[in-house]
């Protein structure tokens, strides 16, 4: 048997996806996605760096945000993107990101202060 061809992995990948549903583990497609996404980001946590890495560069996300999903401390996010040759940008440039930011924040002290515990 040779290497798949891709039209070959879709079908395999579609057919798994379908019974996945059909046998009632998953109640549609999105939630299979959603399911395998969350264990590779489990499994592999560089992908949730990197991930954070282009959505920052690409100004989707705040560098507070950006450090949320890679997993990593505000310091340590600024200075992987100094590493990357990524510009940062400071202050958030809208509401929304100043309330993202906020966010991020409480969550850090939070889960900072129940480790100091």
Known sequence: MGIATAEQTRVLEEFQIKN?????????????????????????PDYRTEMAVAAYWAGEISL????????????????????????????????????AEIQALEEFLAE????DS
């Open 20 to 44: 996945l549903v059909r046998a009632g583990l998953y109640a549609d497609r999105a939630a299979v996605v959603t399911d395998a996404l969350r264990h590779l980001l489990i499994h592999r």
């Open 64 to 99: 507070g945000k950006a450090a949320e999903i890679a997993g990593l401390c505000y310091e340590d996010m600024r200075e992987l993107l100094r590493d990357r040759g990524v510009s940062l940008r400071l202050g958030p440039a809208t509401h929304e990101e100043a309330l």
């Open 112 to 115: 900072r202060a129940r480790s």
